[in-house]
């Protein structure tokens, strides 16, 4: 089972380590596996329980490409872990599919561990087209790829207090089955008054975690739930 953790743009460089410190104070069976996405200005080489991924990086080892990171930064720190296709990137910073699918092919090809996040708007969801939208977001993705992880984040639910129910998240975490063997998280305002519910959902393989991450106690304590699912 999958526990990660989406600090997003939260946290610094010393909060970082001080989080990363005192999970490894935690416990692990061994069927839990921890990630923490921290801000690009806070990777390192971490001694850390948990993996330890970027939440964003072009396409490219370097180059002239102001603000951004790219592969070259990412090595520095031995990272092999990035989320791609997040909402937030979707849909704030006005990323493409095509752009997302050039960045997870750039990094496919790298060996990277992708956590591949899709999701639909509650627009979409109400229109109920929440399958094809999905559809869309998954084009020219490899979905047999041997190291990817998908995230099943619908929009409205990030952020807003408001997960998705038991029933809705089954149902995607199925249609995603029928398409991919890999993991299968949900996120969407998972804490820990719920999450013990989504991990007992079929196909559910764990969460993406935003939020209620960001305090490490609360997320040691859903690592702590997590471990009697
Ligand atoms: C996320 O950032 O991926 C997320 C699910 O956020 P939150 O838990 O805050 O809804």
Redesign the pocket.
């Known amino acids: 089972m999958i526990i990660a953790a989406?600090f997003?743009m939260n946290h610094t460089r010393a909060s970082t380590k001080a989080y990363i410190d005192r999970l490894n104070c935690t416990e692990l069976s061994h069927d839990v596996r921890l990630f923490v996405f921290p801000p690009a200005t806070a990777l390192d080489r971490y001694e850390s329980i948990a993996t330890i991924g970027a939440q964003n990086a072009y396409c490219a080892r370097n180059g002239s490409y102001t603000g951004e990171i790219g592969l070259e930064q990412l090595e520095e720190f031995g990272i092999k872990t990035l989320l791609l296709g997040?909402?937030?990137r979707r849909h704030i910073f006005n990323e493409s599919q095509e752009f997302i699918t050039k960045k997870f092919n750039f990094y496919k090809d790298q060996g990277f561990e992708i956590v591949y996040?899709v999701g639909e708007t509650l627009e979409k969801r109400e229109e109920g087209a929440t399958y094809t939208y999905i559809e869309e977001q998954l084009e020219g993705i490899d979905l047999g790829y041997e190291r990817l992880i998908i995230?099943y984040?619908p929009v409205w639910?990030?952020?807003?207090g408001k997960s998705a129910k038991g029933e809705d998240i089954q149902e995607v975490l199925e249609f995603l089955s029928q398409k991919t063997s890999a993991p299968l998280l949900y996120?969407?305002?998972?804490?820990r008054s719920n999450i013990a519910e989504i991990l007992s959902i079929p196909k559910c393989g764990g969460v993406?975690?935003?939020?209620?991450?960001w305090d490490v106690e609360e997320f040691i304590a859903m690592i702590e739930i997590a471990k009697e699912n």
């Open positions: 989406n997003k997040h909402s937030e996040c995230a984040e639910a990030i952020g807003t996120g969407g305002s998972v804490k993406l975690i935003g939020s209620a991450s």
